[in-house]
Structure formats: structure tokens, C-alpha cells
């Protein structure tokens, strides 16, 4: 197993509860992670500290075993970035710019570049300072993409995009996956990471939550359950089954919440005449959203580790 990247208690403090704080990760050559949390909960904290441009208040990070402050430059090479927001280009046309990137990359193959510009149907002619939202993101993706790096690190890529240029993006990161790349993907979208990730990662106030596949997390079972019974609920029996919380009744109609699975209320019900049973599972967006209730951040909480491949 070839570990891409990997931190070790990596913590950027900014005071008053900002940053990043004590993150362990690792992430395997070829994987697709998944970054998510909302914004401000540091994302971009992190991938500025995986590129080398921020130093860390304490603790370690490596891309393929360099040191992320101490060899910033040689990692750049096997890195392509497409940043939260790109520099401001001004009056450069887009050709300028990729002209002027390749040229610090010692050179890129112009097929290559034609390509992912035809692909989003970018027009390079056009002034920076005259292209949308949209368009500047594309530019990013070319930016990002152009030299087949190793290792692609994406913040928010699909800003300002299209649903159809998503689509396209998607589809250039799983090209990038089959050529052995390693993709880390920020995000506070778990719909866009669905598309491609391996694997994620849930940040919150700046630390590491939870790591898991994405199976894992849908089983990460939570039910919001009504049931209608023809005479007066089992309350007792139901309040005292495992992973039965938040219970509601309203005459013979009882709502609850069910973590796992029903096995403890199907037997806190037996024997009771049902009329009706529903059960609502959350969308993925709304099981990941669970993890940002207003509570405490516990100290350190179990990861799943990499898959092994």
C-alpha cells in the first residue's frame, strides 16, 4: 500500500476556535477522498497546508513521503490544484495564462490542453477579467488538469459550473482514477462526492469527525418512523427499546426515531394490533448533516481505515 497523503496531529490555530486542529489522515495512491464539511469548518485550511502555503501551528503532513513545508517545490510538480478561488489574471487572455502556467511546468502537452478546453468549450481568446463565475472555474479545470498530474487536489471544483460541465467533470476525474491518479476533493456537497469518491471524510470546527466509504455511511442507519395502532400505544416497552429516541404521541399515533435497525421495536410492538407502519430514510445529504447538531466535538472519535486494495 502507497500511502499519497498523509498528516500527522496537523493543526493551523488562527485563535478564538478557528482552523484546523490535531488531524490524522492517510490516503492511498489511487484513491478518491472526499472532503467534506461546511464552509469555514476547514477544508481549505488543510489543502493549503498539503500544498505548503501555510505553515502549521504544529504537527505533520507528506505527499508521497515529502514533507509538505520543507519540499513544497517538488510536490507542486506531481500536484494539479484547482483552488477555491483562482488569482486574479486581469487583462491576460486565457491563452496567456495557460501559456504562462505551462511555462513553469516546464512545458504541457498541447493535445492535452485542446482537449479539456473543447470538453467544457472554453474560449481562450477572451480577457480574464471578462469571463463569468463559470468560466474562470473552467479555466481552473484546465489549469488543474493539463499536465496528467499524479495527484489532483480540488477545493469546491464545481463552483460556478453547470449541471452539464458537472457532468463533464465527473467524468474527467474517474479518467483520471483509471490512469492511477490520486483525487482529494473538498466539498460541502455529498451529492458531488457521490459521483466519484472511494471514500470521505466528515470535518467539523476544524477536526476530523468520521472517515468512511460511502457504503458505510449509508449504513449509518436513521429512521423517522410513524406508526398507527389500533388501540393505545406500548410507549413503556417502545422508550425502553435499543436505539428508539425522540418519541411523539398523538392518540393512538406514535412517531419515533430508529438508529440501526428495527429489531428492538419490532418486539417492543409485538403483540400489539398495528394499523399502519411508515418509515422515512434520510437522504444521504440529511445522514451527513447529522454530524453538525450543535454538541460538543468529541476529543477523538474511531476512523475507518483506507481500504486495501
Known sequence: MTIAISTKGLTKDYGSGRGL??????????????????????????IRLLMGMIHPTRGSASVFGLDCLRQAVEIKKDVGYIPGELPQFGGLRGKEIIAYMAGLRGGVDEKVVREICERFQLNLGQRFREYSRGTKQKLAIVLGFMHQPRL????????????????????????????????????????????????????????????ATLHELHDIR?????????????????????????????????????????????????????VNLSSHEPSLEEVFLT??????????????AAPRR
Open 21 to 46: 486542529f490535531d488531524l490524522d489522515l492517510d490516503v492511498e495512491e489511487g484513491e478518491v477522498f472526499g472532503y467534506l464539511g461546511p464552509n469555514g469548518a476547514g477544508k481549505s485550511t488543510t
Open 152 to 211: 489532483l487536489m480540488l477545493d469546491e471544483p464545481t463552483g460556478g459550473l453547470d449541471p452539464l460541465n458537472q457532468q463533464e467533470f465527473y467524468k474527467m476525474c474517474r479518467e483520471a482514477k483509471d490512469r492511477g491518479a490520486t483525487i482529494f476533493l473538498s466539498s460541502h456537497i455529498l451529492s458531488e462526492v457521490e459521483h466519484i469518491s472511494d471514500r470521505v471524510g466528515i470535518i467539523r470546527s476544524g477536526r476530523l469527525i468520521r472517515t
Open 222 to 274: 436513521v429512521h423517522e418512523v410513524e406508526i398507527e395502532f389500533a388501540g393505545k400505544p406500548p410507549v413503556d416497552a417502545i422508550r425502553a427499546a435499543a436505539g428508539v429516541d425522540h418519541i411523539e404521541v398523538n392518540g393512538s399515533t406514535l412517531r419515533c426515531t430508529v438508529h440501526g435497525t428495527f429489531a428492538a421495536l419490532m418486539r417492543a410492538i409485538d403483540g400489539s394490533e398495528v
Open 291 to 304: 454530524y453538525y447538531r450543535e454538541e460538543p466535538v468529541p476529543a477523538s472519535l474511531p476512523s475507518v
